[in-house]
């Protein structure tokens, strides 16, 4: 199937602890995404490449860090987990040129103890 | 910010059409109007999106004022499944441009 996934889909860990998660997709896309969503259901970009190229950081503590080691791949490592950090993060991809929807992966839900 | 403005919830009976509304009075010139849905908690999914003309595939049309002011998606038989909250956006049609999501309208299908 053609898609964008993410694992894992579920990740509980201690404050302090230091987490990753990943992202694949196989459309071929350019360009790949972070966003987060809170608890109240807001979605907010954190991060997206252009093959393999940061392009957007929205101030997301530096704590975040996005690896894209191919344009198919972004992954996301988390150190020193806070509470705060806990939320539904999903993956994102669409192409460079040529309009059309972003595809979301089925989103990694952080809980942070 | 979001830049577009919908109502927070909606009804509407299965079977019948759903018409959801989104203002964007300040849309510029280069950008379209995009329509994703959230089904609890999966990831948004890309519906539609338009620039001035009217859209139509196979999930649902869009309808956009001549002055590109506001919008309707409009679902033409909706079922048990399109209960979600539907999301208008604006946003260029480029590769650097990002989705601001707003709050959103949660459609209800009634039975």
Redesign the interface.
């Known amino acids: 199937d053609t898609a964008?996934s993410q694992t894992p889909k579920y990740l509980v860990t201690q404050m302090g602890n230091d987490k990753s998660i990943k992202c694949e997709q196989n459309l071929g896309h350019?360009?790949m995404?972070w966003y987060k969503q809170d608890s109240k259901?807001?979605?907010?970009?954190m991060f997206?490449y252009?093959n393999k190229e940061l392009?957007?950081n929205?101030t997301v503590p530096n704590r975040f860090s996005p690896k894209s080691p191919d344009k198919a791949h972004l992954n996301l490592h988390i150190n020193s987990l806070e509470l705060g950090d806990s939320a539904?993060y999903?993956c994102?991809s669409?192409?460079?040129?040529g309009?059309?929807?972003?595809?979301?992966?089925?989103?990694t839900r952080l809980t942070v103890v | 910010d979001a830049k577009t403005t919908q109502p927070p919830s909606m009804d509407c009976a299965e079977g019948r059409a759903a018409n959801l509304p989104c203002n964007h009075s300040t849309i510029s010139g280069n950008e379209y109007v995009y329509w994703y849905r959230q089904i609890h908690s999966q990831g948004p999914q890309y519906i539609i999106h338009g620039l001035k003309n009217n859209e139509t595939n196979e999930m649902a049309s869009l309808i956009i004022t001549e002055d590109r002011k506001s919008s309707t998606l409009i679902l033409p038989h909706a079922t048990l499944r399109d209960t979600a909250v539907y999301y208008c956006i604006v946003s260029p049609n480029f590769g650097n441009e990002k989705l601001t999501f707003g709050t959103g309208t949660r459609l209800t299908i009634i039975p």
């Open positions: 964008v350019d360009t995404y259901k807001f979605l907010k970009i997206s252009n392009i957007i929205e539904v999903f994102a669409r192409p460079w040129t309009g059309g929807g972003y595809t979301f992966g089925s989103g």
